[in-house]
C-alpha cells in the first residue's frame, strides 16, 4: 500500500540554524501539506501546496518558512533561522485529485535547543 | 470560527463497550469530515470520513454520526478493544479553504480489559 514517507524520524539542532525536512508524498497524489504537532496538542496546519506553489498558508508559516518539490518526488519543509518554540513533530500529507482525502507520513520530531 | 470543538479529552472504556466521542464547529463551509487515529509516536491515520450530504456512514466496527442542523459529528467504536487505545483527533475542511484540514483537540481513548 502506498505511503508518505519522511526523513529524518528525529533531528536536533541548534537554535538558529537551518533545517530542512524532507517528504516523499504518495506517488499520484497532486496536493501536498505540512502540519505541526507541538507535544501533547492538536495538529496545526502549516502550509498546502498545488501545482507547485503554495495555495494556502497559516500564521504560523512566516518568513522563516519556505516549501519546495525540488524534484517529481520530494517536498521539502525549511525552517531558515530555527527558534526553540519550532520544537514539534513535523507531518507531511499528501491527497489525489480530490484533494479531501490526506494521507500523513509517520513525522519528524524536531528539537531546537 | 475556523474551530473545531472536540470532547471528552479522555476517555476510558471496557472492552466491549462503546466509545462516543464528539465534535462541533461553526463554520459551515466545511464539506469534509474525517476521523484520525494516532499512536504515540506516529502519523495521524485516516479512519473514516463523511460529507455532510448524509448522516451516518459507517466501516466495519467505526461509524460517524452527522448532525448538519446542529453543526456536530461524532465518532462511535462499537465493541471497543485494547488495540483502539489511541488519540482520536476529528477535523474538518471546505474546499475554499485549500482543503486545509483544522483538527480538534483530540481525546486519548484508553479501553481496558
Known amino acids: 500500500e502506498p505511503e508518505v514517507t519522511q526523513t529524518p524520524s528525529h533531528q536536533v539542532t541548534q537554535m538558529g540554524q537551518e533545517v530542512i525536512l524532507r517528504c516523499v508524498p504518495i506517488s499520484n497524489h497532486l496536493y501536498f501539506y505540512w502540519y505541526r504537532q507541538i507535544l501533547g496538542q492538536k495538529v496545526e496546519f502549516l502550509v498546502s501546496f498545488y501545482n507547485n506553489e503554495i495555495s494556502e498558508k497559516s500564521e504560523i508559516f512566516d518568513d522563516q518558512f519556505s516549501v519546495e518539490r525540488p524534484d517529481g518526488s520530494n517536498f521539502t519543509l525549511k525552517i531558515r533561522s530555527t527558534k526553540l518554540e519550532d520544537s514539534a513533530m513535523y507531518f507531511c500529507?499528501?491527497?489525489?485529485?480530490?484533494?479531501?482525502?490526506?494521507?500523513f507520513g509517520p513525522g519528524t520530531r524536531l528539537l531546537v535547543l | 470560527q475556523q474551530q473545531v470543538k472536540q470532547s471528552p479529552q479522555s476517555l476510558i472504556v471496557q472492552k466491549g463497550g462503546i466509545s462516543i466521542i464528539n465534535c462541533a464547529y461553526e463554520n459551515t463551509a466545511f464539506d469534509y469530515f474525517p476521523w484520525y487515529q494516532q499512536f504515540p509516536g506516529k502519523g495521524p491515520a485516516l479512519l473514516i470520513a463523511?460529507?455532510?450530504?448524509?448522516s451516518e456512514k459507517k466501516e466495519g466496527r467505526f461509524t460517524i454520526s452527522f448532525n448538519k442542523s446542529a453543526k456536530q459529528f461524532s465518532l462511535h467504536i462499537m465493541d471497543s478493544q485494547p488495540g483502539d487505545s489511541a488519540t482520536y483527533f476529528c477535523a474538518a475542511s471546505h474546499t475554499g479553504g485549500g482543503n486545509k484540514l483544522t483538527f480538534g483537540t483530540g481525546t486519548q481513548l484508553k479501553v481496558e480489559l
Open positions: 500529507a499528501s491527497s489525489g485529485t480530490e484533494g479531501k482525502t490526506q494521507y
Open positions: 463523511i460529507r455532510p450530504d448524509v
